[in-house]
């Protein structure tokens, strides 16, 4: 079982900057690879940016991409999204997730076969 708890969210203006964390349980994160997916409101829940265990790869959506960073401390079994240039499209709740299961095939691409754990989510708001 794992456990995951967001935090970071909250409402900034067009062009500033948030950085989300996922907190999570369990000796095996580091064995998992990660991502963020949000859901903005009337839309479906679409992948924003992941990370394989050892931090060696990233991958982001191209919505994304050049103003999000993902980043993981297995040490600490936190992982971060550190959101730049904001904009108001970027406006949903924030979800962390793991792979379906741990030692994926893709695990070296960054690649999530599934979702097995989500955080709650938290709330991003960008004002114009």
């Known amino acids: 079982q794992v456990q995951l708890v967001e935090s970071g969210g909250g409402l900034v203006q067009a062009g500033g900057s948030l950085r989300l964390s996922c907190a999570a349980s369990?000796?095996?994160?580091?064995?998992?690879?990660m991502g963020w997916f949000r859901q903005g409101l009337g839309k479906e829940r679409e992948f924003v940016a992941s990370i394989s265990w050892s931090s060696s790869t990233t991958l982001y959506a191209d919505s994304v991409k050049g103003r999000f960073t993902v980043s993981r401390d297995n040490a600490k079994n936190t992982l971060y999204l550190q959101m730049n240039s904001l904009k108001p499209e970027d406006t949903a709740v924030y979800y962390c997730?793991?792979?379906?299961?741990?030692?994926?095939?893709?695990?070296?691409?960054?690649?999530?076969?599934?979702?097995?754990?989500w955080g709650q989510g938290t709330q991003v708001t960008v004002s114009s």
């Open positions: 997730a793991t792979d379906s299961r741990p030692w994926t095939s893709a695990r070296a691409l960054g690649v999530m076969v599934g979702v097995g754990y």
């Open positions: 369990g000796r095996t994160f580091s064995n998992y690879t």
